[in-house]
Structure formats: structure tokens, C-alpha cells
């Protein structure tokens, strides 16, 4: 087996019940939603840095769910193995 391989364990989404992060990806739209997307997956910001924008604009998150839901290991997303 191979690093290429074991993508096919990639955790799969859930469609109920998202945690705090889960469910505001699914409130936020265009730009927002852009941006959102950009603090967690690409622009390599500390869940603290991520946590205080969100913090700052009303938005009610738990610290702790961020880097969960980052790796998937929060419960939006169910292990395929
Ligand atoms: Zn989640």
C-alpha cells in the first residue's frame, strides 16, 4: 500500500448533526463562506487565530472544534475504516 492509497480512508461526511464549525461552513455564503474556508484549510492560521476572527465577528464556536473538524475527527465526519 501506498501513501496515494490510503486517501481512499478519507473520513466522509455526515449529513446530521454537525459540530459548531460544521454548521456555520453551512450558514456562510460567497465571500464569506471563501474566506471561512481559507482561515481553516489554506492559509495555515492557529485554531487561536481562527478562533478570535470568528469570536470577533459574533460568531459562537468551540475553540477546541476547530482543529477537530480541521482533521475530521470531530462528528460531521464518520471514519470509512
Ligand atoms: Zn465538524
Known amino acids: 500500500m501506498a501513501l496515494v492509497d490510503r486517501l481512499e480512508d478519507t473520513p466522509i ?3 446530521w448533526l454537525p459540530c459548531s464549525i460544521g454548521a456555520l461552513e453551512e450558514t456562510l455564503e460567497g465571500s464569506e463562506a471563501d474566506a471561512f474556508y481559507a482561515m481553516l484549510h489554506t492559509l495555515g492560521w492557529s ?5 478570535h476572527a470568528l469570536e470577533a465577528e459574533g460568531y ?6 476547530i482543529n477537530r473538524h480541521r482533521s475530521r475527527s470531530c462528528r460531521c465526519f464518520q471514519a470509512t475504516s
Open 13 to 15: 461526511r455526515r449529513p
Open 60 to 65: 459562537n464556536v468551540g475553540k477546541q472544534s
Open 47 to 51: 485554531a487561536t487565530r481562527v478562533y
